[in-house]
């Protein structure tokens, strides 16, 4: 399964709809049924996983797990 790294954006840019477009971005370079890993800064990415899952699931895919690993929040996602 491959894993994106996912960055804060560096300006002072809405993160929400940041996210948005990053799933976006990802989502369109899969195909259905292939699985992708997300992994981001827990501490500049502070929201609860109904969020992620939503904006995950509003790009199209669909959130198959989260887990953290040393400050780092990761999601398994796959493209509906």
Same mark, same amino acid.
């Given at each position: 399964?491959?894993?994106?790294?996912?960055r804060a954006p560096a300006c002072g840019a809405d %993160?929400?709809?940041y996210l948005k477009r990053v799933f976006r971005i990802h989502a369109e370079e899969l195909q259905p049924g292939e699985q992708v890993e997300f992994a981001f800064d827990a501490e500049r990415f502070p929201f609860a996983d109904? %969020?992620?899952e939503s904006l995950?699931?509003?790009a199209g895919l669909r959130m198959i797990a989260a887990r953290a690993e040393?400050?780092?929040r990761v999601f398994a996602a796959e493209k509906g």
């Open positions: 399964m491959r894993r994106i790294a996912i %993160i929400i709809t109904p %969020i992620f995950m699931a509003a040393d400050g780092t």
